[in-house]
C-alpha cells in the first residue's frame, strides 16, 4: 500500500446521503476476477444520467469526493472501496461513514475523512464557486484545505498510523516477519506439505 | 486448569501475541483454495509484488463452477469458464499446486484434503469457503476465511485471529440403525438454533462420536457452520490414524510414530472447562429432515410440518410462516407424505464413499419413483473410482439414477446442475436457503440414506418404510 502523507486533488461534490454500496456498485459488476478494472461499475446505475457529477467536467477528473452523510451503509462488499479507487478516489468526505465501508477503506488505502456537516456544506459551496478547485488533504494534520477554507477532520489513530505508514493488514503482519521465521523453525518435521 | 482441544491446538500456532487491542498472530498448516474466492486475492498479490510465502502449505482444486457430466468438453458458462482459466494461470503464476478438472485427484476442496492426508490432527486449516469446518474432524483447527484473508495467508502464511469460545457437544448413548451422523447434526443444530454457535469452536464428544467413521465425523462437522459456530472439531483416536496411514501426504515411517506421539496428546484435559455444554441423547434420535428454509427448521421424519401459529417466540414464528409460503408446505402435513421431483445425492458433507455405499445397499434391487430423477455426484475423483471398483455406478444407474463426475454440483446454483423453480429435492447438502440449489427450487436436507429411500417411494422416507424393509443393512 503506498504511505499517505497528504494529497491533492480536484474535489468532486456528491450531494446526496445514505449513499449505499449496492449504489456505489451493483451486484452485477462484482463478478470479475480481478481486484482492479471495477471502475465501469462506479455509481453505475447514476452515471446513466448524463448530469451526474460524475459525467460534468472537470469534476470527473476528481480525486477527493465530498460526500452527504451516511456514506458506505449497506452490504459489506470490499469492491465498493476498489470500484472508488479504481476510479481515481484517494479520499472519500462525510460526516458519517458504514462501519463494515470504514474498516475495507483502511484495509485498501482509501481515506474515509470524517467532519462535521456544516464543514460538509462548507466544501460543497467552495468547491462549486469554482469547479476544478484543488483540495489538500493533510493526514499528519487532519485537516482540508480549500483555498482559505481549512476544515478538520476525524480519523482514529491506528487508522491514521497504518494509512502514513502505507500499512495494509499484509504489510503490518510482514513487519513481524522475523516472528513467522522463527516460528517455522519450530514446526514439527512430521507437518504436512502439499508438494 | 486444563486445555481444551481447541485451545491446545491455538497455543501450538502463536506466531506471536497481540498487543493491547491487536489479535494474536497463527500460523497456518495448510491453506486449500478454490477458484471463487482467490481471484482477487492472487491480484492482490500481483499489484503488492509478493510471492506466495509457503507454495508448499498451499493446495488448489476445481470444484464450485464445474460440470459434472460432459468434463473432457469446454466449460460452457463464461463466468464460471472464466473463473476456472484465471485460478490456473494464477496458480502457474505463483507456483501453487492444482488438482483440476479431470485429474484423479480433484473434488470439492473438503473432500481432497483428507483424502490425500493433507488435512492432519493439530494442524490450522483455512480456506476461502465456509464449510472448511469439516476438517475439524481430525482435530484440526479449520475455519472459513474471505478473500481479504486469503489474500493475507498467501501472502504470510498466518492470519491475525481473535479468540473463541468453546463449546462441548455431548452425544452420549449408540445411534440406533438406519441414524446417520447427519441426523445428529440436524438435531443439534435444530436445539441450539443456526446462531447457538457464534463465537464458539464446537467439540463433539461422547460415546456416539467415538463410534463414529472419519466419514461420519466429516459431515457433523462439515455443519457446525449452520449452527453458527467458528469451527467443529473432533479429538483424534484410533479411528482418525488409521484413516490416514499411508495416505499419499501423511507422515511415513518414522515420522509417523512421532506423529502419533503428538497426535495422541490432542485430547481436551480432564479438569477442562467449556464455556457451554449441549447434551444430546443419541440412543432417543431418529432421522431428521429440515422443512423450512434454514437448516435449524427440522424435525424427526415421523412428525408434522409445525405450526407457526403454535410457535412461541415471534421471531421464529415469522420466519417458519415465510418459510412455509417458500416451501409451500402446510402445517399438520405428514413429512413422510412431502413428495419430492429431485433427490440429490452429494456435496462436501454426504459425497464419501460410506456415504454411496449406504445409499447403494438402500437402492439395490430398488427403482427411482418414476416422479424422481436422483442425481448421484460423488464429492471426488477418488470417492467415484472407488465408488465404480465396488460397483456402486452399476446400482444407481440400474436403480435409474444418473452418475457424475465430482464437484459441488447441486448443493449451491453456479454450475449447471440446478433445480427448477418450484422444484422440490431431498437433499444430503447442508444448506436449504431460499433459491440455494436454484431460484425458485425448494430443499430438504437429509441423510444419504433418507435420499435412497426418498428416491424409491417419492415421499420423504427412510429405509425403514420400503417393502421388504431394508433397515437391518444400515
Ligand atoms: S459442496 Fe456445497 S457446501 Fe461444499 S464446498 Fe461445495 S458449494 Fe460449498
Not at chain 2, 491446538?9 to 498487543?19: A, L
Request: aromatic content about 6%.
Amino acid at each position: 500500500m503506498e504511505k499517505f502523507s497528504t494529497h491533492t486533488g480536484i474535489g468532486t461534490p456528491l450531494r446526496v446521503s445514505n449513499v449505499d454500496t449496492d449504489q456505489i456498485i451493483p451486484a452485477v459488476y462484482l463478478k470479475r476476477v480481478s481486484r482492479t478494472g471495477f471502475e465501469d461499475g462506479l455509481f453505475a446505475s447514476w452515471r446513466a444520467d448524463p448530469s451526474f457529477i460524475l459525467n460534468v467536467e472537470p469534476f470527473d477528473r476528481g480525486s477527493v469526493l465530498v460526500a452527504g452523510s451516511d456514506f458506505g451503509t449497506g452490504s459489506s462488499r470490499e469492491h465498493a472501496v476498489w470500484a472508488l479507487m479504481d476510479y481515481g478516489f484517494r479520499v472519500v468526505i462525510s460526516s458519517r461513514f458504514g462501519e463494515i465501508f470504514k474498516g475495507n477503506s483502511s484495509k485498501a488505502g482509501l481515506l474515509a475523512a470524517t467532519v462535521e456537516h456544516s464543514d460538509v456544506e462548507l466544501l460543497w459551496k467552495k468547491i462549486e464557486s469554482r469547479p476544478g478547485m484543488e483540495l489538500t488533504v493533510d493526514l499528519g494534520a487532519k485537516t482540508i484545505t480549500a483555498e482559505d477554507l481549512v476544515v478538520r477532520f476525524e480519523v482514529d489513530d491506528y487508522t491514521r498510523w497504518r494509512l502514513m505508514e502505507g500499512l495494509d493488514d499484509i504489510g503490518l503482519t510482514l513487519r513481524h516477519a522475523d516472528d513467522i521465521d522463527a516460528y517455522e523453525t519450530t514446526r514439527p518435521s512430521h507437518k504436512p506439505t502439499t508438494v | 486448569m486444563g486445555r481444551t482441544l481447541a485451545e491446545k491446538v491455538w497455543d501450538q500456532h502463536v506466531v506471536r501475541h497481540g498487543e493491547g487491542q491487536e489479535p494474536d498472530l497463527l500460523y497456518i498448516d495448510l491453506h486449500l483454495v478454490h477458484e471463487v474466492t482467490s481471484p482477487q486475492a492472487f491480484d492482490g498479490l500481483r499489484m503488492a509484488g509478493r510471492p506466495v510465502r509457503r507454495p508448499d502449505l498451499t493446495v488448489a482444486t476445481e470444484d464450485h463452477n464445474v460440470p459434472t457430466i460432459d468434463i473432457d468438453k469446454p466449460i460452457a458458462d463464461e463466468t464460471s469458464a472464466t473463473q476456472v482459466s484465471t485460478l490456473r494461470r494464477n496458480v502457474e503464476e505463483f507456483g501453487v499446486r492444482l488438482y483440476p478438472m479431470g485429474d484423479l485427484n480433484q473434488g470439492i476442496v473438503h473432500m481432497i484434503g483428507p483424502e490425500l492426508g493433507l488435512t492432519q490432527p493439530g494442524t490450522t486449516v483455512v480456506c476461502g469457503d465456509s464449510h472448511t469446518s469439516t476438517h475439524g474432524a481430525f482435530g484440526a483447527l479449520a475455519f472459513g476465511i474471505g478473500t481479504s484473508e486469503v489474500e493475507h495467508v498467501l501472502a504470510t502464511q498466518t492470519l491475525p485471529l481473535r479468540p473463541f469460545k468453546t463449546m462441548a457437544i455431548e452425544i452420549d448413548g449408540a445411534l440406533r440403525p438406519g441414524v446417520t451422523s447427519k441426523d445428529v447434526i440436524l438435531a443439534v443444530i435444530a436445539q441450539i438454533g443456526t446462531g447457538g454457535g457464534a463465537g464458539y469452536v464446537l467439540e463433539y464428544r461422547g460415546e456416539a462420536v467415538r463410534a463414529m467413521s472419519m466419514e461420519a465425523r466429516m459431515t457433523m462437522c462439515n455443519m457446525s457452520i449452520e449452527a453458527g459456530g467458528r469451527a467443529g472439531m473432533i479429538a483424534p483416536d484410533e479411528t482418525t490414524f488409521d484413516y490416514l496411514h499411508d495416505r499419499p501426504h501423511a507422515p511415513q515411517g518414522a515420522e509417523w510414530e512421532t506423529a502419533l506421539d503428538a497426535w495422541r496428546q490432542l485430547r481436551t484435559d480432564d479438569d477442562a472447562e467449556f464455556d457451554t455444554v449441549v447434551h444430546i441423547d443419541a440412543s432417543t434420535l431418529t432421522p431428521f429432515v429440515t422443512w423450512g428454509t434454514n437448516p435449524g427448521q427440522g424435525v424427526p421424519l415421523g412428525d408434522e410440518v409445525p405450526d407457526p401459529e403454535q410457535i412461541a417466540d415471534e421471531d421464529k414464528a415469522a420466519s417458519a410462516r415465510k418459510a412455509l409460503a417458500y416451501m409451500d408446505l402446510t402445517p399438520g402435513t405428514k413429512l413422510r407424505d412431502i413428495a419430492v421431483d429431485t433427490v440429490f445425492l452429494g456435496s462436501c458433507t454426504n459425497a464419501r464413499i460410506e456415504d454411496l455405499r449406504a445409499a447403494a445397499d438402500v437402492m439395490r434391487g430398488n427403482h427411482v419413483a418414476d416422479s424422481v430423477r436422483m442425481l448421484v455426484v460423488p464429492g471426488s475423483m477418488k470417492v467415484k473410482a472407488q465408488a465404480e471398483q465396488e460397483g456402486l455406478d452399476a446400482v444407481f444407474t440400474e436403480a435409474g439414477a444418473e452418475w457424475r463426475s465430482a464437484g459441488c454440483s447441486m448443493c449451491l446454483g453456479m454450475n449447471p446442475d440446478q433445480l427448477e423453480p418450484g422444484q422440490r429435492c431431498a437433499s444430503t447438502s447442508n444448506r436449504n436457503f431460499e433459491g440455494r440449489q436454484g431460484k425458485g427450487g425448494r430443499t430438504h436436507l437429509v441423510s444419504p440414506l433418507v435420499a435412497a429411500a426418498t428416491a424409491v417411494r417419492g415421499t420423504l422416507s427412510s429405509p425403514e418404510d420400503l417393502t421388504p424393509s431394508v433397515l437391518t443393512i444400515a
